[in-house]
Every structure is written in structure tokens, then in C-alpha cells.
């Protein structure tokens, strides 16, 4: 019965450092989060959603 248990124990740790492995190949791969570099200035809509809260429209 305790021979199953490492079993299940080392498979859960192999899944673990493979999980951990492609983690850090993501964040590495996805360029440590860099953000653009000329961010958009022109306002944007989604349906009737406006791009800016709705006090700073009523405000102009």
C-alpha cells in the first residue's frame, strides 16, 4: 500500500517541475512583459461603452 502512495508522490512531483519548466519558458518566451512602446492615444468604444468614466465626459 505505501509503495502505490510514492508512486502517485513522484508523479505528482514530475508533474510539478514540468508545470513549473513551462512557466518560466512562458514568461521568458513572452518578453518579461514589455509593454509597446507608442501606447494608443485614440478613444475607443465598445458598444455604448465609452473609453473614458463616464464623470470626466459630463465634465467637458
Known amino acids: 500500500m505505501s509503495g502505490s502512495i510514492v508512486v502517485v508522490l513522484v508523479l505528482l512531483a514530475a508533474i510539478a517541475v514540468v508545470a513549473i ?14 509593454v509597446r512602446s507608442d501606447p494608443s492615444e485614440e478613444p475607443w468604444a465598445a458598444g455604448n461603452l465609452p473609453s473614458e468614466p463616464y464623470v470626466l465626459i459630463r465634465l467637458k
Do not use: I, Q
Open 21 to 34: 519548466a513551462a512557466t518560466v519558458r512562458a514568461v521568458l518566451h513572452d518578453g518579461r512583459g514589455e
